[in-house]
């Protein structure tokens, strides 16, 4: 599975709604853009497919913006590359309807592959990628002038 932009930009905006998240504040597609250095035509895009899917909530008006709209352990990644790149369905191949049994073994192989991946996907929420955040941020060390 290759990590498209914008599936990075999608988790990457994710995060930074989720750290403003306790505050209850919610953010503008500007604010996250600028701060993420994300392209904000892009990031409306993307909000608008994590909205249809129910992972981000909208307020409008002067102090509106986007919210998770679950908590973060309840959002795993597979939500988010499906909401992204679509449910990536597939259809099982009919071993009868193989040519070979080289090619049945090849394709039977690749659909265990990518079973493993779509219940890797399912095990990590955005809590982990938000723990893993935050270790990061705390380790790095502060250089003072």
């Not at 795993?76 to 992204?84: E, K, S």
């Not at 039977?108 to 990628?129: R, W």
């Amino acid at each position: 599975m290759e990590l498209s932009s914008r599936l990075e930009y999608a988790l990457v905006a994710l995060l930074e709604i989720a750290k403003h998240q306790a505050q209850g504040k919610p953010l503008k597609v500007n604010e996250i853009a600028a701060s993420q250095s994300l392209p904000e035509r892009y990031l409306d895009q993307i909000f608008t497919s994590l909205k249809r899917q129910g992972i981000l909530s909208s307020q409008r008006g002067m102090k509106g913006g986007y919210l998770l709209a679950r908590e973060l352990w309840q959002i795993t990644l597979l939500d988010v590359v499906i909401a992204i790149e679509g449910s990536g369905d597939r259809k099982k191949v009919d071993p009868t309807s193989s040519n070979t049994l080289e090619k049945t073994v090849v394709v039977q192989t690749f659909e265990g592959i990518q079973d493993s991946v779509h219940d890797l996907l399912k095990s990590y929420t955005l809590q982990d990628l938000a723990k893993t955040l935050e270790t990061q941020r705390q380790s790095s060390p502060m250089y003072y002038i």
